[in-house]
């Protein structure tokens, strides 16, 4: 009697999946397939463990399994701190102008059920620390330590003062299991495939990795409370069509990019899905080689010459035709995102007759189409990557326009690699680039400063008075302070002009109808996924 019952109870059970339209792989959440959520990626990371990841993709699948230790509030700024809100830390505390104390959540552990102490957060400052996992973050962290006080309470502490340290304390480091790494040699990480070492304290865990197809996680089950999301499928193509051509044929939910306007017009006119707006954390710019190591460059060491191709670029135009709708022009060196953005007068408006003028008085004479200056002709040209369309499409565009101003420019194209190579080397005369901002202004240093030099600032452009601007802006103790110091050193960059700003954009995030709640971070598009619901009466597609 007690077997008939058992069976009757299986076939109860079964019945009840085959009801809610869902099929049971593994011991996972109720109908944890009906909310399943697919991503279609451009392109698969080489790795996913925090430290060693160098691109989005992999950051967005570590961030949903490793945690730190506070995050920032999306438009909060990086040196108020009461931006930041708990994650592993539940609570923490400034003890003096060098170190701040946090306590752990309780109760914190590891998706293999060991506790989660300060121990663990130590160690995983040191080895982001350690040069030999190149970690992208190393630099900010130069000098940090992490102590644990006792199990619970972990110190951060810092070399110096700066009004930036809890934003460095949270923002970088992803902590990992001491008990599963601690036992890796550092030399080994890059070469570990074992999923069985991807174990975090986050509301998601590595279920499968298929190489060169997919990655999957699971949500944790021992949290609460529990995603509605259940399960996340990322689904690797090897270029943004590839990527678009999943959304459209329903094979996939999310797409953090829809590139083009023909492109969300494909996805709009599909109503199992909707666009979400949300502004680009990237800026484009035409950079200026203004110097080398033999000296200025002959033309665009000039001054006069930088600052009136700038007048003779229609940049808002050129935004809205070339990068589409909602693009901006950039405020500064930055995207709109940044919390300093909008300090400083920017670049002068788009002005023809005032840039003839200005090479004029520089003594760039007209002589018939073109305009000379000591038997040599005004000329540069463009080095664009060829597999960006939009920065081909742009550097024609200046093409046209310095024509008519007298200028002879020529647009050289090249493979990425070759591109990167050549900006290393100093090897062009200008160049169209992008950056992604993080939070922090910091990147600014290594762009533009002379510090920048040999790292991100490729144009070798060098201004003391910029310089000692930004110092001044990132040692400040206060948010007016900082700020008052931003707008005078961004309005020296912005008259000394090594640079052509030129666009901001806004993207275009394809989302499955079925999907409620989602707000996007533009630094992290999906953070707070497992904040999101599930429609499942929706039905699962696939």
Same mark, same amino acid.
Request: overall charge neutral; some cysteine.
């Given at each position: 009697?007690?077997?008939?019952?058992?069976?009757?109870?299986?076939?109860?059970?079964?019945?009840?999946?085959?009801?809610?339209?869902? #099929?049971?792989?593994?011991?996972?959440?109720?109908?944890?397939?009906?909310?399943?959520?697919?991503?279609?990626?451009? +392109?698969?990371?080489?790795?996913?463990?925090?430290?060693?990841?160098?691109? #989005?993709? @992999?950051?967005?699948?570590?961030? !949903?399994?490793?945690?730190?230790?506070?995050?920032?509030?999306?438009?909060?700024?990086?040196?108020?701190? #009461?931006?930041?809100?708990?994650?592993?830390?539940?609570? /923490?505390?400034?003890?003096?102008?060098?170190?701040?104390?946090?306590?752990?959540?309780?109760?914190?552990?590891?998706?293999?059920?060991?506790?989660?102490?300060?121990?663990?957060?130590?160690?995983?400052?040191?080895?982001?620390?350690?040069?030999?996992?190149?970690?992208?973050?190393?630099?900010?962290?130069?000098?940090?330590?992490?102590?644990?006080?006792?199990?619970?309470?972990?110190?951060?502490?810092?070399?110096?003062?700066?009004?930036?340290?809890?934003?460095?304390?949270?923002?970088?480091?992803?902590?990992?299991?001491?008990?599963?790494? @601690?036992?890796?040699?550092?030399?080994?990480?890059?070469?570990?495939?074992?999923?069985?070492?991807?174990?975090?304290?986050?509301? $998601?865990?590595?279920?499968? /990795?298929?190489?060169? =197809?997919?990655?999957?996680?699971?949500?944790?089950?021992?949290?609460?409370?529990?995603?509605?999301?259940?399960?996340?499928?990322?689904?690797?193509?090897?270029?943004?069509?590839?990527?678009?051509?999943?959304?459209?044929?329903?094979?996939?939910?999310?797409?953090? #990019?829809?590139?083009?306007?023909?492109?969300?017009?494909?996805?709009?006119?599909?109503?199992?899905?909707?666009?979400?707006?949300?502004?680009?954390?990237?800026?484009?710019?035409?950079?200026?080689?203004?110097?080398?190591?033999?000296?200025?460059?002959?033309?665009?060491?000039?001054?006069?010459? +930088? =600052?009136?191709?700038?007048?003779?670029?229609?940049?808002?135009?050129?935004?809205?035709?070339?990068?589409?709708?909602?693009?901006?022009?950039?405020?500064?060196?930055?995207?709109?995102?940044?919390?300093?953005? @909008?300090?400083?007068?920017?670049?002068?408006? $788009?002005?023809?007759?005032?840039?003839?003028?200005?090479?004029?008085?520089?003594?760039?004479? !007209?002589?018939?189409? !073109? +305009?000379?200056?000591?038997?040599?002709?005004?000329?540069?040209?463009?080095?664009?990557?060829?597999?960006?369309?939009?920065?081909?499409?742009?550097?024609?565009?200046?093409?046209?326009?310095?024509?008519?101003?007298?200028?002879?420019?020529?647009?050289?194209?090249?493979?990425? %690699?070759?591109?990167? =190579?050549?900006?290393?080397?100093?090897?062009?005369?200008?160049?169209?680039?992008? $950056?992604?901002?993080? %939070?922090?202004?910091?990147?600014?240093?290594?762009?533009?400063?002379?510090?920048?030099?040999?790292?991100?600032?490729?144009?070798?452009?060098?201004?003391?008075?910029?310089?000692?601007?930004?110092?001044?802006?990132?040692?400040?103790?206060?948010?007016?302070?900082?700020?008052?110091?931003?707008?005078?050193?961004?309005?020296?960059?912005?008259?000394?002009?090594?640079?052509?700003?030129?666009?901001?954009?806004?993207?275009?995030?394809?989302? =499955? +109808?079925?999907?409620?709640?989602?707000?996007?971070?533009?630094?992290?598009?999906?953070?707070?996924?497992?904040?999101?619901?599930?429609?499942?009466?929706?039905?699962?597609?696939?």
């Amino acid at each position: 009697m007690r077997l008939h019952h058992a069976t009757l109870a299986r076939s109860l059970s079964t019945l009840a999946l085959l009801l809610a339209g869902c #099929t049971s792989e593994r011991a996972v959440p109720p109908c944890a397939t009906c909310a399943t959520v697919q991503v279609a990626a451009v +392109r698969e990371p080489p790795f996913v463990l925090p430290p060693l990841v160098q691109e #989005t993709v @992999g950051r967005d699948i570590g961030d !949903r399994v490793f945690e730190r230790l506070a995050t920032l509030t999306p438009g909060a700024t990086t040196i108020d701190a #009461t931006g930041f809100r708990p994650a592993l830390a539940e609570r /923490w505390e400034r003890v003096d102008s060098l170190t701040w104390r946090f306590a752990l959540r309780r109760g914190a552990r590891w998706h293999d059920g060991r506790p989660l102490t300060a121990d663990d957060v130590a160690f995983s400052f040191e080895a982001y620390a350690d040069t030999t996992l190149a970690a992208m973050a190393a630099p900010a962290l130069e000098g940090v330590r992490a102590v644990s006080v006792d199990s619970a309470t972990v110190e951060v502490r810092f070399p110096r003062p700066g009004a930036e340290q809890l934003y460095d304390a949270t923002a970088h480091v992803r902590v990992l299991p001491r008990h599963i790494w @601690g036992r890796v040699p550092r030399g080994e990480w890059m070469a570990d495939t074992s999923l069985a070492r991807l174990v975090g304290s986050g509301p $998601y865990r590595v279920q499968s /990795w298929l190489r060169g =197809q997919s990655l999957t996680l699971d949500a944790d089950t021992t949290r609460r409370p529990l995603p509605e999301v259940h399960r996340l499928v990322w689904r690797f193509t090897a270029d943004p069509e590839a990527a678009l051509n999943l959304v459209l044929a329903h094979e996939a939910d999310l797409l953090e #990019t829809v590139l083009g306007d023909e492109a969300a017009a494909r996805v709009a006119a599909d109503t199992s899905y909707r666009l979400v707006r949300y502004p680009a954390a990237v800026f484009g710019f035409l950079g200026f080689r203004v110097a080398g190591e033999k000296g200025a460059h002959p033309v665009l060491g000039d001054r006069a010459v +930088r =600052q009136a191709l700038t007048l003779a670029t229609d940049r808002a135009a050129l935004a809205r035709a070339l990068v589409g709708e909602g693009a901006t022009v950039p405020p500064g060196p930055m995207s709109r995102l940044l919390w300093i953005a @909008g300090e400083g007068a920017g670049a002068p408006p $788009y002005d023809t007759a005032a840039a003839a003028a200005q090479l004029e008085q520089a003594g760039w004479k !007209r002589e018939g189409a !073109r +305009r000379v200056k000591a038997n040599r002709p005004l000329a540069l040209d463009i080095l664009v990557p060829s597999t960006s369309t939009v920065r081909k499409r742009y550097a024609e565009a200046l093409q046209a326009a310095w024509r008519l101003l007298g200028v002879e420019a020529t647009v050289t194209a090249v493979d990425f %690699p070759v591109f990167q =190579q050549r900006l290393a080397e100093g090897r062009f005369d200008s160049y169209i680039g992008a $950056y992604l901002d993080e %939070p922090s202004p910091r990147g600014i240093v290594e762009q533009w400063t002379t510090r920048g030099i040999g790292a991100l600032n490729h144009g070798h452009w060098s201004n003391p008075a910029f310089d000692a601007g930004v110092d001044s802006a990132l040692a400040a103790p206060d948010l007016a302070t900082a700020r008052r110091y931003w707008r005078v050193a961004l309005d020296t960059l912005a008259a000394d002009a090594p640079a052509i700003l030129l666009y901001t954009p806004e993207q275009r995030a394809a989302v =499955q +109808r079925r999907l409620g709640g989602v707000r996007i971070n533009p630094y992290s598009w999906l953070e707070g996924v497992e904040k999101w619901t599930v429609d499942v009466r929706a039905g699962d597609r696939r």
